[in-house]
T-cell receptor
Framework: KAGVTQTPRYLIKTRGQQVTLSCSPISGHRSVSWYQQTPGQGLQFLFEYFSETQRNKGNFPGRFSGRQFSNSRSEMNVSTLELGDSALYLC???????????????FGEGSRLTVL | DQQVKQNSPSLSVQEGRISILNCDYTNSMFDYFLWYKKYPAEGPTFLISISSIKDKNEDGRFTVFLNKSAKHLSLHIVPSQPGDSAVYFCAASARYGGSQGNLIFGKGTKLSVKP
């Protein structure tokens, strides 16, 4: 069974640009969550999608957005990039909404974004 | 305000000895707790979990203890092996609460097991 796939793995952008990251969940998983990992803050929850609807959102500015498609694949977008957006962006999938049913998330390897 | 706290950024232990990683939480609605392990350049992987109705859960060399009154949990690794060297994240979920079961993570503890 294929795991969670994230693309691209690495990317470099400059301030003011925008970026789109993609996530393909494990087959059969309908919930996709996004997390930002930085050295000082650990893993911070961005948002969760279930059945193409955003079910929950973390404490991030509106520059961070996402969506989910009918095949459960998800994208997140960051507009007007700032230096502080440099981080590892992790996508995780699970069968049920949130961690309610399965109790655990399956993570991808992440997309490492560097903003210059 | 951090709801899940891992106050030790790093921990170093000798191979064969016990590793104890600690985690504190503030939200009394949390009823499910998990530990994840993360190697460099990889995503976190699930290690072990515990429900709030239990105070201990064991899986091989890994045991998680939960003290609800103290809002504290710990992960014990016995015996520690060099391959256990990784960053360990504590996570908590309020499955029946308003957060709809999303996982809240601590900042992680980097464990180094020396041969």
């Amino acid at each position: 069974k294929a795991g969670v796939t994230q693309t691209p793995r690495y990317l470099i952008k400059t301030r003011g640009q925008q970026v789109t990251l993609s996530c393909s969940p494990i087959s059969g998983h309908r919930s996709v969550s996004w997390y930002q990992q930085t050295p000082g803050q650990g893993l911070q929850f961005l948002f969760e999608y279930f059945s193409e609807t955003q079910r929950n959102k973390g404490n991030f500015p509106g520059r961070f957005s996402g969506r989910q498609f009918s095949n459960s694949r998800s994208e997140m977008n960051v507009s007007t990039l700032e230096l502080g957006d440099s981080a590892l962006y992790l996508c995780a999938s699970t069968y049920g909404q949130g961690a309610f049913l399965s109790g655990e998330l399956f993570f991808g390897e992440g997309s490492r974004l560097t903003v210059l | 305000d951090q709801q899940v706290k891992q106050n030790s950024p790093s921990l170093s232990v000798q191979e064969g000895r016990i590793s104890i990683l600690n985690c504190d939480y503030t939200n009394s609605m949390f009823d499910y707790f998990l530990w994840y392990k993360k190697y460099p350049a990889e995503g976190p992987t699930f290690l072990i979990s515990i429900s709030s109705i239990k105070d201990k859960n064991e899986d091989g060399r890994f045991t998680v203890f939960l003290n609800k009154s103290a809002k504290h949990l710990s992960l014990h690794i016995v015996p520690s092996q060099p391959g256990d060297s990784a960053v360990y994240f504590c996570a908590a979920s309020a499955r029946y609460g308003g957060s709809q079961g999303n996982l809240i993570f601590g900042k992680g503890t980097k464990l180094s097991v020396k041969p």
